[in-house]
Each structure stands twice: as structure tokens, then as C-alpha cells.
């Protein structure tokens, strides 16, 4: 069965929309804090868009025909049952939420290698904040949400990392709305923290792009390693609490340490990708709190930026 051009293009739409609306969040927040910021992450916007123009080229261009195949109807129940399963040891088994994504990423990266990118996807939606997910049925309509969108999108962006969480921010947002469930706003982080968080995100997504490339261990076992140490070790080393934070930042920029060398194509560009998730982690915090996958989606802009900027360096973006 073949894909329908509006159904790819609806994908699409879907993750260029969510990954620009949060850069400008973030913008905005910087506008009247600091301008210095505005002008750096109105950069990152400028990158972001240059990639999402390039893509959609791309897809004009080529215009392959997509045909659905056995192997989508097992990534829908992969990431339908990631979600779950991640909600579960979050909201009944006492792990904090790192901890459970890393720990469903993990298994299915060993045991479910052909799934394992929905499987980890899906346990971006159950990353949600409890207080927005108050019902099961609400990270299950969360999690079928992202699983159609998964199917609609694994040829775009190819090798970007972050776009499984923002897959999933999709999805987690689409449930809120249908539950009428308000994400909630989280203060700016302030700077002694941020630049602690830094670099942690610059430590994060190189070493997460290192065990990846270098090590072999593939993009999703790589993150959930890094995922489940900075989860279980952080919060033991700073307190509950900051720790947590710190191991979240980390968790952020290991997806953009998933990239694929056609988007970053060596580790010393994890730099600035680590420094361009801080910024828009610590800036975003204002808007659309506790929905799972806005990491992801985070990381999916830093990615998508040094892939721009990369586009914008050679020739203009027509």
C-alpha cells in the first residue's frame, strides 16, 4: 500500500511546525531578558529553517514513492507500547523519568533492534509529566497520536537527531488538547545553574556521538547508556533535585549526540550542539512544561541548525 503524498506531507508539516514554534518561544523569552541571547537563538531559528527549507526541497525533488510495508505496523505497536510501558515505571514504579525512558530504550535496543528506534520514541511520550498525563488513557491516546506520526515520518529528516522526541512532543500535545490538560510553566533556570547545565549538554551529546560512531553501539543504545548514567548518578552527586535537572539536560543532548554523520559529520560538532540545547532547554522552560518528547524536540532544533548552518555556509538556501 502506498503513502499518499498528504499523508508525508502532514508529517512533515507536523515536525518543521513543532521544532520552529519552539525556537520562537525561546526567542521571545530571551527578548526582554537578554538580547545578546535573542540575536544567538534567532541564529539557531535562521539554521532551523534553512534545514526544513532544504528538506522540503528534497522532498519535491525526489518525490520516491513510499509504500507501507509489515515493518510499519510493528513500529506503531513499538512505540504505541514504549509509551506505556515508560508512563508505568515513571508514575508506579518510582523511577524518575530518565531513568525510565533509558531503561525502555535500552531493552529495546538489545532485544528489539528493528523497533528500537520506535520503542525509544515511544518512551519519550511516557516521559510526560504525571500531572499531565493523569490518566492512562491519556498517554494512550498520547502514544497512538505518535505512533501514526512515526509511520508518516521515518523517511524525513533522516540521521537528525532529536526527531523521535519530536515525534512524540507532537503526540503528547495532541493528547493535552484532547484531555484539555495545560502544560505548565517551568522559571528559567538561573545562570550559575545554566552554566553548570552547559556543560553538561556539550558532555552529554559528545559522548553520546562518540559511543555511537566510534563505539558502534548505534544511536539509541548510545543515548539510553549515557541516559540511564547521568539518571543515576547526578541526582546521587547534586541532590535529588538539581541532580535530576542536570541528568535531564544530559538526556537532552544525547539526542542530539544520535545525529548521523551526513547531519554532524565529526564529534568536536556535538560542541556547539551541546551549547545550542543548554540555551534553548534553559529558555524554553517558560512554555509547554511536562509534555513528553520536548527534549527531543530541543535537541531535533540544535541538530537542525548545524545542519543550516552548514547549508547556509556553502550557497544560499533558494
Excluded at 58 to 78: E, Q
Excluded at 89 to 106: M, W
Excluded at 114 to 142: D, E, N, R, T
Excluded at 158 to 182: C, D, E, H, M, P
Aim: proline share 4%; hydrophobic share 55%; charged share 10%.
Amino acid at each position: 500500500m502506498r503513502k499518499e503524498t498528504w499523508a508525508v506531507l502532514t508529517g512533515f508539516a507536523l515536525l518543521s511546525a513543532a521544532v520552529l514554534l519552539l525556537v520562537s518561544l525561546s526567542i521571545v523569552e530571551t527578548a526582554y531578558r537578554h538580547p545578546v541571547k535573542m540575536i544567538m537563538l534567532s541564529l539557531v531559528w535562521l539554521g532551523t529553517a534553512a534545514a526544513v527549507i532544504s528538506e522540503a526541497r528534497h522532498i519535491w525533488v525526489t518525490r520516491n514513492p513510499v509504500v507501507y510495508t509489515p515493518a510499519d505496523g510493528y513500529d506503531f505497536l513499538g512505540v504505541f507500547c514504549g509509551g506505556i510501558i515508560t508512563f508505568f515505571l515513571q508514575s508506579h514504579f518510582g523511577l524518575n523519568a530518565v531513568l525510565a525512558s533509558g531503561a525502555v530504550g535500552l531493552v529495546g535496543g538489545i532485544f528489539f533492534k528493528k523497533q528500537s528506534a520506535a520503542v525509544y520514541c515511544g518512551s519519550f511520550v511516557g516521559m510526560a509529566c504525571p500531572a499531565l498525563y493523569v490518566y492512562v488513557p491519556s498517554v494512550a491516546l498520547g502514544s497512538f497520536f505518535a505512533s501514526i506520526i512515526y509511520v508518516l515520518s521515518k523517511e524525513l529528516f533522516q540521521g537528525a537527531g532529536g526527531k523521535l522526541g519530536t515525534i512524540a512532543f507532537i503526540g503528547s500535545l495532541l493528547s493535552a488538547g484532547v484531555f484539555r490538560y495545560t502544560p505548565y510553566r517551568e522559571a528559567v533556570p538561573l545562570w550559575n545553574a545554566g552554566g553548570v547545565m552547559v556543560i553538561y549538554a556539550v558532555f552529554g551529546a559528545y559522548i553520546t556521538y562518540v559511543l555511537n560512531h566510534k563505539f558502534r553501539l548505534g544511536p539509541v543504545a548510545a543515548s539510553a547508556y549515557v541516559g540511564l548514567a547521568a539518571g543515576s548518578v547526578l541526582p546521587l552527586v547534586h541532590g535529588q533535585e538539581t541532580g535530576l535537572m542536570y541528568a535531564v539536560m544530559v538526556f537532552c543532548a544525547s539526542f542530539a549526540g544520535m545525529a548521523d554523520k551526513s547531519r554532524i559529520p565529526k564529534a568536536m560538532g556535538m560542541i556547539p550542539a551541546g551549547i545550542i540545547c543548554a540555551l534553548l532547554f534553559i529558555y524554553s522552560a517558560p512554555f509547554l512544561g511536562g509534555a513528553g518528547g520536548k527534549l527531543g524536540t530541543i535537541a531535533f532544533a540544535s541538530v537542525l541548525t548545524m545542519d543550516g548552518w552548514s547549508l547556509l555556509g556553502k550557497r544560499p538556501i533558494k
